[in-house]
């Protein structure tokens, strides 16, 4: 059983290698009756293409997405939409020389062994330019939380240890998309770009923090026990090339915590249940409190870097040294922000779309 | 749809209120010929059980586990295992006086919310007493992983702030079963159980991190883009009551790490090709590499506590104040050691069995 | 990847062997707030019960089911429903003998060749005791379905080549239940009784055909294009053991048809579209109409027939001749009315569940 | 929850309109390491093409199939197969009247209601054109069954109510696609032939009975209780649009059978146990028993016919009469016969992909 397929009420399936003809994904579950026209797709794809900046890598791709099903005259027809961007202008001799030879840090090794066999050009499946499909389900997927009223934010939170100050939603909206690293504090972000630039020089690469807040999250979203909210993005976020960890609200910090310093207490306020602290970042049990969704993931520094590294040849089964060329990020957590926002948004919809009417008409 | 499943070849479905008859499972998919046989499932549920030291709950279960069904002549047939444990001695009242007061920190609003009802006598679908049926689960899990020369190692590495030194596998073995708190390092064990007796006297809780092994895992289990064997682990740990965080290898280190430091490099070893570092943590491309699988779990301090506390009445919508009475855990990672060892084990005999062999055939 | 679930939103997963100590369920998705009882299940349990006339097995049981989780004060929760059925007063000493003999018709050889093991008593998994679980389920399902005005009715229409004449939905609703064949057709139904009786006095066994019309059925249920409404009741109908043919509306009378005879032609009625056929049988592209459903299935005769057969003894691979001995129907049809209702009840309460309010809403 | 997936281990996700852009299909879990072109997806792909008989329709389609991804060097990597078909020189002037009148036997009327919209060119999304993804991603279920010595053989039985006399294998490997009809019985063939070009030229269709077979299926495919393998069988066939009935084996002839005539003796035959009669059509207690695999299904008459008749407008609610007019096929059983082989193959696949090697360890 493979595993290419996320959600279950709205289920996404992508298909695709980084130097095959295209790359794509179909949605099955979209509701009908949902306008949607490519640029609403394309927005989203051109916050993810690199070439933007001196941060990201300098390939330039066009990824236009095309709509092949599923929408009429320009609504959504509650059948699948399959959507592709054709792979352009794709170089794959700088793989040549890595075809037996794995690199550190990346899938290479692990598909070989797996299925014995790989695509070895531009990392094949396992490249990251699958997260293309990601963000064309997801541009769809935030287009329905919209209807919603809910809004999802990404933003760097830290890169190379360099912490953006706490920053208000406000300044998140305002900021983040206008700074070449997307981190709403001004001022950390400078360091950040400098720090990448400079690891950039040396031939090398960094990582940092990403987090992606959810706001108007209805009370009611996760189905424990499994398929608890938590959960789900848990394994949403976690299913990023690049990422080695995820937390919730107060997350790993909680560990160290007491309880009254960690349970989020209850007010009236307005006439309403509330809290004034969120340390559980939005969920309960498993299920969304109301309060903003919080949640952070740890991004690892890129593995494609042009130091010389070590690895084998397996073919003759000989150590070797490696230096991998091309054009590589030094650091991918602000292409990665707008991949976990998409991951966010597939994880809320699916759950909004888990709930029945015949299941609410038996609550009310 | 609900979400009381987890796995795809290997399905756990859990049942059960905390004080209602029963807690129980149903395993659908494990394979016949498994000799087995209640004591298998025994010694792990005694191992999560409250009252065994004067770290956790007071509270005393005989929880005995009794097997109904899939099993013939000592060895498992093929068809579905369902097993129960009874619900004895229960005693409600202590939480009477919160059926209509959520407790801050805990499922009561949330489930009130999506429900529109809640079983509110101890925690009703959302208490930890559910994990018995992941334990017991995960009893079967290790059984078959066992007979795969696949160990599964779960130890207390920190609590309130306090950290085990680095522990090898051999005194993970030896040791971490014989202290109160589960934790390897006998020096930070002490210390960690006098902090939690502190806590327990001042009406508080502490939490901490918990951390799982997995040794012998074969290279090739879990199933990218979406079902990496990294991101069902996220899933399945975060799926635990009380984890806001979890990390695989380097974790949330990663993020301040270069990519020279973080990666990987291979070398061949005794004509094997082989890393000596394992940042990844065991998971490349969301695929095992065959090092050790290397995941920790924040754990919040357990919510209930006696210390007052703010709330609201939801009948008259009026700030209370409470205290919350019985016999709670002033630390609940000591027990949680078993319960994220059986969730990783899900996941990895999941995985071991999601491949065909029509697959390996291909592959071969 | 086993198969003992059934259902997506409203998810059924069935357990126990004939003579293990119980046979049980677990549903998973019942909406909370469903007034429910153990006398709701029981009276659905009866109605499959044997013994209860001479057209059927002489076996005595008891088939008491207990409900263990997921209702609260008379009403679900939303949590997981667990019900079981204790097996009381087995006998297996009349399956002793065929331990290692196939019997002919049966489930016996199948299972140990794919199993490599086999509970031989009373059929073990394969035994038509399982159904009793999915009349548990079913009843649940029904009483959703009646919430929603939709009513399952089953009848008898043909036993060994006999059959009823044309019956209207009042005749259903009076007589089926009251007679011993469950035929609404008073005549047919006794010639059907003689027939069974005299078959039971040669040592042999009769098929026949059962209809499951369901009325008030909304339309728009059913997902294409694989989920499609008649897809899913063919599964649900061929899952049942004795099953050897579906068929929906003309059924294979099709086949013999013109489209202009076929077609259910359209036409207004009190300012609604009405057809005034069903060749359809209710369902159009794989959705409902909103015309009643109507599936019909092909019942073989029940294979233990105490007249002598042939089979092998599989430890010496000799050939053998066998009798069976012990109670066993003389025609399943009655019997299986209740479990056809139950199967049709679990697709259309799941179908209804599936849809989303999100999906509702972008609908209108 | 939508449904455009079919099968869990070998899961095939169709997509696409009629007259939309593209049609097309992603198989998730096909086997790394098969050796794959689009010629032997297009040898299928024109057996169910349109214009190639007076007894189809005379519509000319290329239907040429494009792979996009998941193969490498002529080989599958295990990764998603993504595959399409363009839609060319698509006419939709002849659907324009019937964008408000549901035309009668077809699936307007029904996504209308469920969707509140529909693309109503070529029937969109009920096209028998969406058959064409499964016959594509069928080819590929072939090419593996073909490599486990498994055949897959559909024909015609009957039509218009004349009957095939029995045929052997060897008849229907040789001269079933030699015949505009797909019957090997010569003689039927013509006469059907001729009832079919009757039925055309009075603006009439008619149905028939498909039947497949598959030769060579190993014992123990299917998962009991509810994923049978004649169950899956069951739903997969009747998914297909113009079935109306499925069966296996003596079918609904099986309820006029007594059990010493249905039972399918054992005996031994050069040391294998056998049967002589396979009146189970190779599958009992919903497991595959090595015998011959046979399902027949009932197919409708095509709904789309010149001759006038009755329908409403749904935007006036007035009674009117309809002339559909294009070139659509006078009987679709020829046509069927590809369709319902592949989804014969897809079952099969499913299940050989369904076990694991860590079950079949325990197994031996």
């Given amino acids: 059983m493979s595993g290419n397929s996320f959600g279950t009420a709205f289920r996404v399936t992508t298909w695709g290698e980084s130097h095959g003809l295209a790359v794509g994904v179909v949605i099955d579950g979209c509701p009908a009756g949902l306008a949607l026209s490519a640029a ?10 690199p070439g933007v900046s001196e941060v990201t890598t300098a390939r330039k791709e066009a990824d236009e997405v095309q709509l092949l099903s599923g929408i009429f005259e320009g609504e959504t027809l509650g059948t699948p939409i399959s959507m592709l961007v054709w792979n352009k202008d794709v170089n794959s001799s700088p793989y040549e020389p890595f075809q037996h030879i794995p690199r550190p840090g990346q899938a290479d090794y692990t598909y070989q062994l797996k299925y014995g066999r790989r695509d070895h050009r531009g990392g094949g499946r396992a490249s990251g330019r699958e997260t293309l499909a990601r963000v064309a389900a997801g541009a769809i997927a935030k287009k329905i939380l919209t209807q919603h009223s809910i809004e999802i934010l990404g933003h760097v939170v830290e890169i190379a240890g360099i912490r953006s100050r706490e920053v208000s939603v406000a300044e998140i909206r305002d900021r983040a998309e206008r700074t070449a690293v997307r981190c709403a504090d001004p001022e950390a972000a400078e360091l950040m770009e400098a720090v990448i630039k400079a690891a950039k020089e040396e031939g090398e690469s960094v990582g940092g923090i990403v987090e992606v807040r959810a706001l108007g999250v209805p009370p009611g979203l996760g189905e424990p026990v499994f398929d608890k909210l938590d959960a789900e993005l848990a394994k949403a976020l976690m299913s990023i090339g690049a990422v080695k960890g995820v937390e919730l609200g107060a997350g790993f910090e909680a560990a160290r915590l007491r309880a009254s310093e960690m349970n ?40 494609s870097i042009t130091k010389p590294q070590k690895s084998v040849d397996m073919t003759t089964m000989q150590d070797v040294e490696i230096k991998i060329t091309g054009r590589h990020d030094p650091c991918i957590c602000p292409r990665i922000v707008p991949v976990a926002e998409a991951m966010v948004a597939l994880v809320l919809v699916d759950f909004l779309l888990r709930m029945s009417p015949a299941y609410s008409a038996a609550r009310s």
């Fill in 40 to 49: 609403d797709i394309q927005h989203e794809l051109n916050r993810r293409k």
């Fill in 264 to 303: 989020d207490e209850f007010f009236v306020h307005a006439g309403k249940l509330v809290t004034r602290t969120n340390n559980a970042g939005g969920v309960l049990g498993g299920i969304s409190t109301g309060a903003p969704l919080i949640c952070r993931i740890a991004v690892k520094p890129t593995p």
